[in-house]
């Protein structure tokens, strides 16, 4: 077979492709012109909305830090006069507390003294008791020696009037048996 076929075949085609290549050539670098300017302008455009948003959200954030900066502020300032009334509140109650707690204490030493001074009482009143106790124990113990002593006494004079002779009955006749 031919060789030269393997050969001209090839550039045959490769003619055609550089035929159509370089007609399409300024064509394509036209397309490309316009797409890279189109580009070009969507770019601006783009660049130019987002310089627009950029400072629109910059004076929005501005704004929005301002207010932030307005409402902490006042926060701070509530949070300041709430914990002066606070303290303020507690100062008053502590201040009270501590006016109870002397009336109190002062209380709770009159109440000591006089539960002092009852203790003594009910001991002195104890002690009185015991001795009147003791004295009536004793008065007692006198009046049942004396009640013995009159029985002893008693006694003592029926049995010496049992054995004397004038107190002695006579002896009873003898009895007749007949």
């Avoid at 290549?21 to 987002?50: G, I, L, M, P, W």
Wanted: aromatic letters at 6%.
């Amino acid at each position: 077979m031919k060789k030269w076929l393997y050969v001209l075949f090839p550039c045959a085609l490769l003619g055609i492709f550089l035929f159509y290549y370089f007609a399409s050539r300024a064509e394509t670098q036209a397309r490309e012109t316009a797409h890279k300017e189109q580009v070009a302008r969507e770019t601006a455009d783009a660049n130019q909305k987002k310089a627009i948003a950029e400072a629109k959200a910059r004076e929005d954030a501005d704004r929005r830090n301002t207010e932030r900066q307005a409402e902490e502020a006042k926060a701070a300032k509530d949070k300041e006069d709430k914990y002066n009334n606070e303290m303020a509140r507690i100062k008053a109650e502590t201040d009270k507390a501590n006016a109870s707690a002397a009336q109190f204490a002062k209380q709770v030493s009159e109440l000591t003294i006089e539960l002092e001074n009852l203790h003594k009482q009910k001991d002195t009143m104890t002690r009185e008791a015991f001795e009147l106790s003791k004295k009536i124990e004793l008065a007692e113990v006198a009046r049942h020696n004396a009640e013995m002593e009159i029985q002893r006494y008693t006694q003592m004079i029926a049995n010496r009037a049992d054995q004397s002779l004038m107190a002695k009955m006579p002896p009873p006749p003898p009895k007749d048996n007949s």
